[in-house]
């Protein structure tokens, strides 16, 4: 749902509302009539936010999710930070891939393709790029290295414009 983890109930309340209206089906439907040649999802990510309601609206699953949430941080340590402007971008005709040099001389890699099946969508502007991101909200993702095991977390800013 894009909460902060120390988000308050209401807090969570509030945005599982917003977001469930702006995903619902009926809703898609909707948008579906009014926009010609565009692609929506089939509902599942109405789906996965009543999931989310499911589990971050009761104070026991919570805990539960938060501390599975902690112990998969601690599995997953990264060497570095980094953020998606840090990255080298290269235009590859069907999609943007982005590196990042590991000190192996390998790197960290992730292209447009991945990042949209994560909801971040890139849209192309002649030289400029710009992301955008569900409901504004930044995120982290954990890029391992393609040859040994160090990693990186990459943090996904609400707004970045990159330049090819």
Request: glycine fraction near 6%; hydrophobic fraction near 30%.
């Amino acid at each position: 749902m894009g909460v902060k983890e120390d988000a308050s109930h209401e807090e969570i309340r509030k945005t599982y509302r917003m977001t469930i209206l702006n995903c619902h089906p009926d809703k898609q439907q909707q948008n579906i009539s009014e926009i010609s040649n565009h692609k929506h999802g089939s509902g599942n990510e109405f789906i996965e936010v009543q999931r989310a309601w499911e589990i971050l609206s009761d104070p026991r699953s919570r805990a539960l999710y938060d501390n599975e949430l902690q112990v998969l941080r601690h599995d997953s340590a990264t060497a570095d930070d980094l953020r998606l402007q840090d990255m080298t971008v290269e235009d590859a005709g069907d999609c943007f891939e982005f590196y990042y040099h590991c000190r192996c001389g390998d790197c960290f890699f992730v292209d447009s393709l991945e990042l949209e099946e994560m909801g971040y969508k890139l849209l192309r502007n002649g030289k400029k790029i710009s992301l955008q991101t569900p409901g504004s909200f930044p995120a982290s993702v954990v890029l391992p290295c393609g040859s040994c095991s160090t990693k990186v977390g990459l943090y996904i800013d609400a707004e970045v414009t990159l330049w090819v």
